[in-house]
Every structure is written in C-alpha cells, then in structure tokens.
C-alpha cells in the first residue's frame, strides 16, 4: 500500500483566523467545537438538511412543514398583540400566508411594503391569523417573469448547533473553507486526502473531495433517506477514515503503554497457587484459559493491558483474584477499582474471603469510609503493609498513596474512560515501573468490533459459565397481562425469594422516567400489601440509591422496582425473577445485561419481558432473539444484524466511543479493512497517522497526546 509523500505545511493546516471575519471571539467558540485550523470546518458533519431548491405553492403549505415561498405583500402593518410587531400578508395565487416579525428595523419596515415581492424561508406554523412564519429568511425578488433569482442548487446543510456561532454564520465559514478545498490544485488549496486512491478504489469509496461535497452540497436529488440514516458512500467513506483515526490513536496509547518498563511478577512466594487451591470450586476452561493470557503477560517486563471480557456471572473475579495473588506472591499491591461503592464492597467481601486465609489482608478504601478508618488505612497501603486493596475512583486521589503497586484492575471497563486509565498508570509509576493492568468487562461484543473499540488491549474471553448454573427461562407478555405477572412476583416472594422490576423506558424525559419508577413502585406496593417494595432510580443521590441496594441485598426488601441503574454487576443470588417492562423499547444488550442480574444462585431464575402492542416486526425479532438465547455473544451479534438505521441503541449502551460519523455497530462491516489499514499505515506512514489523528479526534479526548 502507498500513500502520498507527505508534504511541508499544506494549507489546510491555515487557521481559521485568517478567514475573513473571524475575529479572537468567535476563534475562541469555534476552538470550543474542536475548530482551529481551516480544514476542521469541513470536519463539522450536518445532522440533516432542508430541501431549499424549490418553491412551493402557498397553498400547498401545512403545519409544520419548511419550505420557500414567493409572494407578493398584500398588506404590512405594524400591530400591537401584547408585543408590537411586524404582520405582512403575503399572497402567490394559490393562498396567502402571514409573515410575523418581533425584531425589526425602521429600514426594513419600509423595505416590506405593499406591492412587494418576496422569496421566504422559514417553518410554517398554525397562528391566529392562519399559517405563519415567524421571522423568515427572505429576499427580495422581481415581478413574475422578470429576470427570476437562481434558487439554491443544493441541499442546505444544517449543522449541530453550538454555544454562540448562530448556523448561518457555521454554514458561511464551511462554505469558505468548502470554497477553498474546490477551488484549484487540491494539493496547494484544499485538504489532503489520505487514504491511498488504491485502497478506497478497493472499498468502493469515494474520494474525500468527493464525500465532503456531498456531505455540504448534497444536490437536489441525493438520497435524503441514506443520508439520514448514514449509510450514504459518502459518509461510509468519511466513517472509515474515522474509523482508522481511533484505531491509530488507540494503538498509538497502546504503544506508549507497552513501552514502559514493569516489574515481571513471578510468584516467587507461590500465592497464586494456593489461592486457586483453596478455591471451593475448580475453574472452568474458559477461565483457566484466561488466566494462563493474563499469568504470560505478568512476567513480562512490559506492563500487561489485557481485557477480560466474559458474559455477567462467568467469573471475571476469581481470575482478577488471582492475577492480584500473583502480584502480592511477587512481593507487590494489586488494587482493584469498581465503578460503585456497593460493587467495590461486594468485590471486598468476596476478596476478603479468598486472601484473609492465606493470611493476607485486604483494605477497602471509599469516599464513605470514616477518616479515622480512611487513615489507618492509607498509612498501611503507604508503608506496603497492606498489599490487596479494592475501592472506587476514591482510590485514585492524590492522597492514596501505594508503596509498591504491580497490579491495577478495573471492574465495568466501560464506565472508566481511556483518560482514566492513563492516569492510573501515572499513579502506580514506582522508581521508572509501571503496574500491570487487568481490566474487566461484562459487555460482550463481536470480535471484529472489540479488536477497534479496544484496539489499545489485549482480548482474552471467558465463554463459559461455571457449571450447575440453570439457565435463565424467557418468557415474553403483551402489557396487558400485568396482573397475572403480579400474581407470579407474589408467589415467588411467598417462596422466600425476591425479585427485580424494571420500568418502563420513557425517552422523552428523564423527569418522566423517575415519575414512572415511583407511579409503579406505589402501584406495585398497593397490589402487593405484604410485601417490602423498595425503589432506585439514577436520580436518586447516590447513597440512598445504594442504601437501596443494600437492603435488597440484605433481604429487607422483597420486590426492588428499579429504572436500569440496576445494570451493573450487582450479586442477588436470592433474587430469582426479573420483570422487565417495555421491553421493546431497550436495546437487546441492555435487556440482556438486565437480565443477567437473576440466575445467579442455586434456584432456577425466570425473566419476564412486557411489551406494549403493537409490536413493531423489529422488536418483535429482538423479544425472540433474546427469548432464544443466553449467550451475550450471540446476543451482540444479533444485535448487530437485527439494528436498522435509526434504531434506539446507540454505542453510548455499550460503552464505547462516541464518532462524528461513524457508528461502529452500523459500520462494522468496514472494520476489518480499517484493521488492515491502521497496520499498514503505523508501519510505513507514520506522517499520515499524525496527520488522520489530528483531523478526527479533537483535542481534549486525543489519546495520543497524554503519555
Ligand atoms: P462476573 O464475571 O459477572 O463478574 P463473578 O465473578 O461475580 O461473575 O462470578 C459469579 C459467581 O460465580 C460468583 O459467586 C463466583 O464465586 C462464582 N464462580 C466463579 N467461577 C466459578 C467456577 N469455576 N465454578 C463455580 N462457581 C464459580
Ligand atoms: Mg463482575
């Protein structure tokens, strides 16, 4: 593969200073969006269009609509309705419509007069006098067959709005630089393109001079409908190169990292072992598999960042347990990090359990502990005394302080971002030696798609659940046979068993969602009398929300109603019957994720998904997909073919990355190829993986930069 010789200083590189009117002010806000040289303009992708190229019949227009009209003023008076303003009655022929101005000047008052004609822009609502527009965009225009304005050729682009640079002003600055990419030679005035002709030739994609035109002059008779749902070539082609500047910078984050020294953990002292002998249970495969990837990179000289990704209850812990037993053998601290108190404490009792019969203790350090506890208890990691500590971000502060840390791992990857993570290095850095990292999440996704969104890690996969598990039973009801679901939470909370209740999902409002979980909780509570019905919600401050918690944990609680903040790893064995609600609302990896917060002990555990009718044919095959199967990996993979464009679940619910254009679900099938390409490119274009970086990732979450 050949790219092109990088060049000195290409123009793109100008900033957007030196554009005509851009003053320190708006370089400022335009800095806010990530804008500072020229060609990060081109960058700023619409989120929709107006169709400006024609003009409609007045009396074709409907509420609602956006539309241009041209007409002639009928009428233009100054009126005084609890405000004064600006009417002007405008007609074409075909009907008349009502220009309504609150803000205008004398000139302009004398400008709109009757006899006039106008061409208007504007959204068309329902006023008092008929169909409006308020404050139209308009120009003036000569008599029918006179010498007729040129409409727009184009589609207007209509881009994400931002604090204080209005949309015609963004709209004229992209238009310049798009001015300036078309204008001559590419090469002297335009962008480069860098991804080489031989590879997009390949791929089926257009150039880059090519998708950026039709991202911001889409012509009049461009697929809206691709366009909208992202999967015009053009945006495929821009999500590519996107695609490959996460990829560069996340291996570039990998190459930094791997490229400290660590401390190889040997075990001389022999604590794996017999951590893994004490164990009540024998791993199963897939663990053991796992922990022999983990236990490989340990002893190296370079630190271990290794993902180990496995289906909720397939056993992360133990094997974290025993990489931290390795490193405690090795005469260092492992230091577990959870997203939450309530997972850091359950993670300490499960820890305790494991390391206080072999003698070594374990702290637990949170932002609750009292400060006398708190203390003693960073003394004792300071002076290396204790070399097992679990807690949540508390951990992380300036005041704690290890002796000796060789193990960091992280619970609920996708709640830590990559900042974090860097940060944590620093932390553990020790006489030029950097910690291991072991980081684990419940999220499973496809491998193609893991080998992007965490191209800075190492992969090893638990497949497998430990044995005597009985498997989740699905079953899927219409709403309308809630009452009988009742009936099954009383009997089973009757059996001495407890149960979760998940809430509808209102998008609408995070207001309304809350509104919900309380209605149902109360609802619920009157239907069943004799039971404890306690509530959590993602508004509830965070320690009622964990008091919550804990009283279902503890069994004061028999029926927990719940909006999904009970997502995240929280252990219930009790807890054996998971009402979802509206399930056809969520996302197949959520529902999946939810449900497996039931069978995780000895009883057999049921989920019951409600759905509201109809029930559209999509959701209907993601009931069925889940009711089907408990894998996540099979999950993901459905999910992934089952999404349509403008389906609810973003990457936001699984944790990774946000893009301007590209959608790693949608665009997974570019994956490999993106794979290829970032190799290709670190090793023979180290110019073109600066250059790709810079243009995709803005400055405050550019990996590359930290380190
Ligand atoms: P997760 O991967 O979701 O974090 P956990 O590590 O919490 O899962 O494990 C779930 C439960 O399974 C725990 O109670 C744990 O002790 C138990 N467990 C883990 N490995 C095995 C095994 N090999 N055999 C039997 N039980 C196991
Ligand atoms: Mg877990």
């Known amino acids: ?34 804008v500072t040289q020229v060609q990060d303009l081109l960058f700023v992708l619409p989120s929709r269009y107006e169709d400006r190229t024609h003009v409609s019949g007045i009396g074709t227009l409907r509420h609602g609509v956006r539309a ?7 009428l233009a008076e100054v009126a005084y309705r609890r405000r004064r303003q600006l009417l002007c009655r405008i007609a074409d022929g075909t009907g008349s419509l009502t220009l309504r101005f609150f803000y205008f000047s004398a000139a302009q008052q004398a400008g709109l007069k009757r006899g006039t004609r106008l061409r208007c822009f504007g959204e068309v609502r329902r006023g008092p006098l008929g169909l409006e527009i308020v404050h139209p965009e308009y120009r ?8 007729a304005e040129p409409l727009d050729e184009v589609l207007t682009p209509i881009y994400p709005t931002t604090e204080g640079v209005p949309q015609t002003r963004l709209r004229a600055l992209i238009e ?28 089926e994609l257009p150039s880059l001079v090519e998708a950026l035109t039709m991202m ?11 366009l909208l749902s992202g999967r015009h070539p053009a945006q495929r082609r821009l999500a590519f190169e996107e695609l490959l500047a996460h990829q560069l910078s996340l291996l570039q984050i990998r190459q930094v990292i791997k490229s400290d020294p660590a401390e190889p953990l040997r075990d001389a002292a022999g604590v794996e072992p017999k951590l893994l002998d004490s164990l009540p249970f024998a791993l199963t495969g897939a663990q053991t598999r796992a922990l022999a990837e983990v236990d490989r990179d340990l002893v190296a000289d370079r630190p271990m960042v290794r993902l180990v990704q496995g289906d909720v209850g397939c056993g992360k812990t133990v094997v974290a347990a025993a990489a931290a037993a390795r490193a405690v053998g090795s005469g260092l601290q492992a230091a577990l990090m959870a997203p939450t108190e309530l997972l850091a404490e359950q993670h300490a009792k499960n820890f305790e359990g494991w390391f206080r019969p072999l003698g070594i203790p374990v702290a637990l350090v949170t932002g609750s502990l009292p400060a006398r506890a708190r203390r003693s208890a960073l003394e004792s990691i300071a002076n290396g005394d204790i ?4 807690g949540t971000h508390a951990l992380f502060q300036e005041s704690v302080d290890f002796a000796r840390l060789g193990l960091v791992i992280v619970d609920e990857q996708h709640r830590f971002g990559v900042q974090q993570r860097l940060s944590l290095r620093e932390k553990g850095a020790r006489a030029g030696k950097f910690p291991h990292q072991l980081i684990m999440t419940a999220t499973p996704i496809p491998r193609t798609l893991a080998m992007t969104a965490y191209a800075d890690l190492d992969v090893s996969v638990i497949d497998e659940l430990p044995p005597g598990r009985t498997p989740v039973r699905t079953t899927v009801f219409p709403q309308s046979r809630r009452s009988e679901i009742v009936a099954r939470v009383h009997a089973k909370i009757a059996e001495g068993r407890q149960a979760y209740w998940v809430c509808p999902l209102i998008e609408e409002s995070e207001e309304l969602r809350y ?12 239907a069943l009398p004799d039971v404890q019905v306690g509530i959590v919600h993602g508004r509830m401050p965070a320690k009622e929300k964990e008091r919550g918690m804990y009283a279902f944990k503890d069994g004061r609680i028999g029926l927990l109603v719940a909006t999904t903040v009970i997502e995240v790893g929280v252990d219930v064995p009790n807890a054996t019957l998971m009402v979802i609600e509206n399930a056809e609302r969520m996302g197949l990896a959520q529902l999946h994720q939810l449900r497996g917060r039931v069978g995780r002990g000895a009883h057999g555990s049921d989920c019951v998904l409600l759905y509201g009718e109809p029930l559209s044919e999509m959701a209907r095959e993601r009931l069925r997909a889940i009711r089907e199967t408990n894998d996540g990996f099979v999950i993901a993979r459905r999910d992934l073919e089952l999404r349509g ?20 679900m949608r665009d997974s099938d570019l994956l490999p190829a993106v794979q290829a390409a970032a190799d290709a490119l670190l090793k023979h274009n180290p110019d073109t993986v600066v250059a790709l970086t810079r243009r995709w990732i803005v400055h405050g979450e550019r990996y590359g930069r930290v380190g």
């Open 387 to 390: 070399k097992v500590v679990i």
């Open 140 to 147: 003036f225009i000569g008599a029918p067959g006179s010498e």
């Open 68 to 74: 241009v009209v041209e007409g002639e003023i009928q």
């Open 515 to 526: 509104q919900a979980a309380e209605e149902t909780a109360q609802a619920l509570a009157e």
């Open 1 to 34: 593969m050949s790219a092109p010789a990088p060049q000195p200083d290409p123009p793109e590189q100008r900033s957007v200073a030196t554009l005509r009117g851009v003053g320190p002010a708006l370089a400022e806000k335009l800095a806010k969006l990530g």
């Open 176 to 203: 310049l630089a798009m001015r300036s990419l078309l204008d001559g030679a590419t090469a002297r005035a335009g962008v480069r393109d860098w991804i080489p002709a031989d590879m997009l030739a390949r791929l």
């Open 645 to 664: 464009p403008g389906e609810l679940l973003g990457t936001r619910q699984t944790g990774l990355a946000e893009m301007r254009v590209a959608d790693l």
């Open 216 to 226: 911001h002059r889409p012509p009049r008779d461009a697929d809206l409908g691709e």
